[in-house]
């Protein structure tokens, strides 16, 4: 939720901050804003995207080497120009970008009122500046120091970079729970909200920690202090980027890259991890831990959206193979209704992110109460990544769209093999089934690429039904929860309004829906409950719905049945899901494409949800 990036060295920061901006957006596009400084202050903010902002910019001052930028998630005060930061305090002085919300903001806002401050926007950020500027003023305190007195004063979530231009050699950034990357130059600062802008400049980086505070300045320092005021010594990390998978390559969205870079994607996820042909699996996380997953009480999966419904995939896949109880909470859930958790769990985090709030606090309750924490992040050293006992990355590279796609099948194929390792460790599946399961794992890659070269049908059924007002997505087993991921997948991108169901409950309830301008997704592809599926089928034809089957190359009995089949191979059911959800992908990323939606960033949404 918004993006921040700041830049102080000897280069044109305006230039730095557009093009950070725009690799940020996917963060939040209600408003962008930079500030200049080049002797005095230049702010030009602006409602809309960074490409509204760098219109407005046109003919106006942009010279300066500091800048702050900020792209807006707007949480307090409405997207317009009044609300779009960076904000100023009352003397002019000083300004700042702010990702997360300050929980306080009404109380100290009365307070500083009563002190005479007067505010122009809505907003929490503008109350913080303005509390700096109090502080520094009244006890005459260099920046850094009057940050850290008005952060003690702070309650909520915040990663913030400020200027003073009476202090005009340095920049000082400040994060809790939101992050913030600093990118050592040769002789510049880089700082953002995570490293996408930074990668193009240099590799050097220090995250840094909750309730830490970093000033930097043109003599080439970085100095970091926490708000209590102890000194710490920079952890320098080398970033492992490439520059190359931040860009679009020829595909007209992220969102269409992303679903076409999954055959790589999965195969990198598996890479050096298992050897099909060698009968084994190697996930360092896991193999620390081993003794206490597999004899683990329950396994507690917490996540949001997309993770969560990959969660959900978990549980079949833990349950089924390693038969290790699961339970799939709603982060949000989960941390708000007094859970009962025990060191025999094990709590596993999924967060394409690694930065997603709720799923941060779940963790942290979780750690509290003694449970091992276990993070799958796709964000290397996202605040997730670092808060876990131990954990695997999905190495799905960026994920830059803000539908998810990559993320959720890079999840499914570690969850996959986290699931065989201990099912064979715990001796609840056969050699030959484990082998078998391997080797099938190494061909999803392939069978995804089969799928993709089938866009074109999917495209055009999609434009059969890009009118549609509802749709209803039915799956059963492994493939529920991919009927959920295909409904969110079409309502976040299309607006149409869609529904997952487990196929069965269809009749208690949902069949009341259907009707000849109804298009039922049915994804029946699964061996096990085929016939049944075939039956749900039946039931949607018989009330005049409209069906699109997601079946096994060669199924001659549905065909037959439904409107339209999209085919896809065969595949071991537990496995199935990372198949079958690909047509829901790009039978979404189509119907919101022949709707004139812009895919890459839908309407009220972010990428990264670092507020509750
Ligand atoms: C949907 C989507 C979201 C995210 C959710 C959790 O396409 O992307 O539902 O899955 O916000 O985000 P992460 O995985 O970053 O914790």
Redesign the pocket.
């Known amino acids: 939720m918004c993006g921040i990036v700041a830049y102080l060295g000897n280069k044109s920061a305006y230039p730095i901050m557009i093009k950070g901006l725009q690799r940020l957006e996917y963060r939040g596009y209600d408003s962008a804003g930079v500030a200049l400084l080049n002797g005095s202050l230049t702010i030009i903010r602006r409602k809309g995207k960074v490409k509204d902002l760098e219109d407005f910019a046109v003919g106006k001052n942009l010279s300066g080497t500091v800048g702050i930028g900020h792209t807006r998630w707007a949480t307090h005060g409405k997207p317009d120009d009044r609300n779009a930061h960076p904000h100023l305090s009352g003397n002019g002085r000083l300004t700042l970008v702010h990702n997360g919300i300050i929980e306080n903001y009404d109380t100290l806002k009365k307070a500083l009122e009563k002190l005479g401050h007067v505010f122009h926007s809505e907003t929490d950020t503008e109350v913080l500046v303005h509390l700096i500027e109090e502080i520094q003023t009244r006890d005459n305190l260099v920046i850094e120091e009057a940050v850290r007195v008005a952060l003690q004063k702070v309650v909520g979530a915040y990663a913030i970079v400020v200027i003073d231009k009476e202090d005009p050699d340095k920049l000082v950034a400040a994060r809790k729970a939101s992050p913030l990357v600093i990118g050592i130059g040769t002789d510049d600062f880089y700082i953002a909200s995570d490293a996408t802008p930074i990668v193009e400049y240099t590799k050097k980086v220090v995250y840094l920690n909750d309730e830490e505070i970093a000033v930097v300045k043109k003599d080439g320092s970085l100095q970091i202090f926490t708000i209590s005021n102890e000194m710490q010594k920079p952890h320098i990390q080398q970033l492992d980027m490439e520059l190359e998978r931040l860009e679009k390559e020829g595909f007209d969205y992220f969102m269409l890259k992303e679903i076409h870079e999954q055959p790589r994607t999965i195969a990198d996820g598996m890479r050096g991890r298992m050897n099909a042909e060698e009968g084994w699996i190697r996930l360092g996380g896991v193999a620390e831990y081993v003794n206490k997953m597999s004899k683990a009480q329950r396994f507690i999966i917490v996540?949001?959206?997309?993770?969560w419904h990959a969660g959900l995939i978990a549980e079949y896949l833990f349950e089924d193979l390693a038969r290790i109880p699961v339970e799939v909470e709603y982060a949000s859930e989960f941390r708000y209704r007094n859970p009962i958790i025990t060191e025999n769990d094990v709590v596993i985090a999924?967060?394409?992110?690694?930065?997603?709030a709720d799923?941060m606090a779940a963790l942290e309750m979780a750690k509290e109460k003694g449970a091992l924490i276990y993070g799958l992040v796709n964000v290397v050293g996202s605040s997730i990544a670092r808060l876990t006992d131990a954990g695997s990355y999905i190495h799905a590279g960026p994920e830059i769209g803000?539908?998810?796609t990559k993320?959720f099948t890079g999840q499914l194929t570690l969850l996959t093999l986290m699931a065989l390792k201990l099912a064979y460790l715990k001796g609840t599946i056969t050699n030959s089934y484990f082998h078998e399961l391997l080797t099938e794992l190494e061909n999803i890659p392939a069978k995804i690429g089969k799928i993709l070269q089938n866009a074109e049908q999917i495209e055009y059924i999609a434009g059969e039904f890009k009118g549609a007002s509802n749709a209803l997505y039915l799956g059963r087993g492994y493939n529920f929860p991919v009927a959920l991921e295909g409904a969110?997948?079409l309502k976040?991108i299309s607006y149409i309004h869609a529904e997952g169901y487990p196929a069965a409950e269809m009749k208690h309830g949902p069949i009341a829906l259907i009707d000849e301008n109804m298009p039922v997704i049915v994804i029946a592809n699964n061996k096990s409950a085929y016939e049944k599926i075939v039956s749900n089928i039946q039931e949607v034809k018989a009330r005049r719905g409209v069906v699109i089957a997601i079946v096994e190359e060669g199924d001659e009995v549905i065909k037959h049945i439904a409107d339209y089949t999209i085919e896809i191979p065969a595949t071991e059911e537990p496995l199935s899901p990372l198949l079958s959800v690909i047509p829901l992908q790009l039978f979404a990323y189509y119907i919101a494409i022949l709707r004139g939606c812009n895919v890459d960033q839908p309407r009220n949404l972010a990428?990264?949800?670092t507020v509750e």
């Open positions: 996540a949001c959206g997309t993770s999924l967060s394409q992110s690694g930065e997603t799923t803000v539908a998810s993320a969110l997948k976040e990428k990264s949800v």
